[in-house]
């Protein structure tokens, strides 16, 4: 079974949101004690706190902006985290084009089991393709568009295709 690295939970809960009440119990429930982090976890249990975060902290919006917007804090907290500071330093240096180059190398640390490309499409767009079991193109949406703005502070990111375990998203500078 595929894992998702801690530091993953600790930069979106621990850092970010803080989950008390109903909310932390709930986690709890699904598989992640605040309280009590661990190195890694099972994918089903970052699916399951994807689930309760959305309900809890995101409730009143449409899940497709609840995951964007959850995908946003993610990378703000794994930024925080000493995993997420090597990554995200590296971001600025490898510009948008580099980074998404190696998108597929930089993603394996923190969850190893999703399998996901970028390929040049035209003068300053790239696609992205991903498959993975827990993930949401609207997620994957959010990271990447929070993680590149490093390098391009006007990149914009769409969702192409949402299919259940993969999805398409295009990336375009903030140029075009």
């Known amino acids: 079974m595929s894992t998702v690295d801690g530091s993953i939970f600790e930069g979106l809960f621990l850092r970010v949101l803080k989950p008390e009440g109903a909310f932390k119990s709930q986690l709890r429930g699904a598989g992640f004690d605040v309280d009590r982090p661990q190195g890694r976890y099972p ?82 767009q790239w696609v992205v393709h991903f498959r993975d079991r827990v993930m949401t193109a609207d997620l994957v949406a959010g990271i990447l568009e929070a993680a590149l703005r490093r390098a391009d502070p006007l990149v914009q990111v769409e969702v192409v295709a949402r299919r259940l375990g993969a999805g398409v998203v295009r990336v375009k500078t903030g140029a075009n």
């Not at 995101?58 to 090597?86: N, P, Q, S, V, W």
């Not at 394996?108 to 499409?121: D, F, L, N, R, Y």
């Open 43 to 124: 994918e089903d249990v970052f699916g399951r706190a994807l689930t309760v975060t959305t309900a809890y902290a995101f409730g009143r919006e449409d899940i497709t902006m609840a995951h964007r917007r959850i995908g946003h804090a993610l990378i703000e907290g794994y930024f925080m985290t000493i995993l997420g500071k090597m990554t995200g330093g590296l971001i600025p240096v490898l510009g948008l084009g580099g980074t998404l180059k190696k998108v597929a190398q930089l993603w394996k640390v923190p969850q190893p089991g999703m399998e996901i490309s970028a390929a040049a499409e035209g003068r300053g």
